[in-house]
């Protein structure tokens, strides 16, 4: 069929159907329960196996040792790995945050160990765990900092294991489980990311310092420094933005404050602000993702995660005390830590009407979704990138949508 003649057709069908997008609500966030009292922290997910990595661990309350869960991202069934105390010195670990390596092997951070009636309050050796994904054993690996806090982050770029504790920034081996480089970057890091569309870019946020930072990986140094932000905490990258969640503290006096996204240009190191549509109850932004079809997500410390994208602007509430740390699963489908609830929460979101991943919205994107049109998952047209309002079937709905943004470049 001529491609003007569809796109004719799909016009003609716009003006004959009042289609309405359905967006999520918080009742379409599904639910994976864990072990009672425990605390899901970090998660990622694992292309090598299919399987999503969670750190557990078990509060200040309760003396327990952390746990890695393994959850097959398919049947949603899992098995739990325990992180048994180092040695008699160092017992019960808290598992913070979760990175997977180059072979699919899975990082996890400590952030402490708990203390017993033997132990100083403020001996903790800094070390990380690694997680064979093919043995199951676990492995300790020292990071020869005692007597400092744990650490935060953990992220795999460059094909190197990146971590931080407080203003030190460690670079590891993930295959010799070797530490090739430590440096002192002056700032208290808390989140790093790499910036996968440069080679050289390592992101970080320093909630103690109100600052973001760029250490360059080539040069082992920090060249920018971003000053302004209002606790900056998780930190997600584009190949034009780097974005920062801000923890914000509601105190009892303000007014209605609602969560910002804060948005460095990467060229000239302006910022500016994204306004969720969250009310902050306690605190803000935690963490934020940039998924696969360019959509920014960000959870809260109020206990909501929420989505922008070119469809929709979405905020949800779930279950529990706070939202913490997400990781993106095929299927457009986002998991998070669900603290306070011992849960992974699981939402679908929007996909780019841009169907064909060439960076605008043409007619091409509209005849791949009316090609689909009417194909379910298990239908020989099927197109799961024409499924762009991600609800298992290509109707009306996601052809309406690719026209709205006809001519769009992204």
């Not at 716009?14 to 359905?22: C, K, N, R």
């Not at 790093?192 to 569309?197: F, H, K």
């Not at 841009?354 to 298990?378: H, L, M, Q, R, Y």
């Not at 047209?381 to 006809?406: E, G, K, L, M």
Request: hydrophobic letters at 40%.
């Amino acid at each position: 069929m001529n491609k003007s003649i569809i796109f004719l057709f799909s016009l003609l069908l716009v003006s004959q159907f009042i289609v309405s997008v359905q967006s999520p609500t918080s009742d379409d966030i599904k639910y994976l329960e864990l072990p009672s009292n425990s605390i899901p922290m970090g998660i990622a997910y694992n292309p090598k196996n299919n399987m999503t990595y969670v750190a557990l661990n078990w509060g200040s309350a309760v003396y327990g040792n952390g746990e890695i869960a393994e959850i097959n991202t398919t049947s949603r069934t899992y098995i739990l790995y325990e992180l048994e105390s180092w040695h008699l010195d160092y017992k019960y670990p808290m598992p913070f945050a979760v990175a997977i390596d180059g072979d699919g092997n899975v990082w996890v951070t400590i952030r402490s160990f708990k203390n017993t009636p033997n132990q100083h309050p403020l001996d903790m050796l800094w070390c990380i765990v690694k997680f064979n994904i093919e043995s199951k054993t676990i492995e300790y690996i020292p990071l020869s900092l005692p007597s400092l806090r744990g650490s935060e982050t953990v992220t795999f770029y460059n094909d190197y294991i990146w971590t931080m504790n407080k203003e030190y920034l460690t670079k590891i081996d993930y295959i010799t489980n070797t530490i090739e480089g430590c440096w002192n970057v002056s700032f208290s890091g808390y989140f790093a990311i790499g910036d996968n569309y440069s080679n050289d870019s390592l992101w970080f946020s320093s909630i103690t310092n109100n600052v973001v930072c760029m250490f360059n990986t080539t040069t082992n140094t920090v060249e920018e420094i971003i000053n302004g932000f209002d606790r900056p905490l998780g930190v997600a990258v584009d190949k034009d933005y780097v974005y920062v969640a801000e923890n914000h503290i509601k105190e009892p006096y303000e007014p209605i404050v609602n969560g910002t996204i804060a948005r460095i240009d990467k060229t000239i190191y302006t910022v500016d602000r994204i306004v969720t549509n969250s009310i902050i109850t306690n605190e803000g932004p935690y963490s934020v993702l940039k998924d696969s079809y360019g959509n920014l997500w960000w959870t809260d410390n109020s206990n909501n995660i929420g989505v922008f994208s070119l469809i929709e602007n979405l905020t949800l509430n779930a279950i529990g005390s706070y939202c913490y740390f997400m990781t993106e699963v095929p299927n457009s489908s986002i998991w998070f830590s669900c603290v306070g609830s011992a849960h992974i929460g699981e939402i679908t979101g929007p996909k780019t009407p841009d169907v064909n991943s060439d960076g605008k919205v043409s007619i091409a994107d509209i005849v791949i979704t009316i090609s689909a049109f009417g194909s379910e998952p298990e239908s020989e047209t099927w197109n799961s990138s024409a499924d762009v309002n991600s609800d298992n079937r290509v109707s009306i709905t996601d052809i309406v949508i690719v026209i709205n943004y006809f001519g769009l470049v992204l």
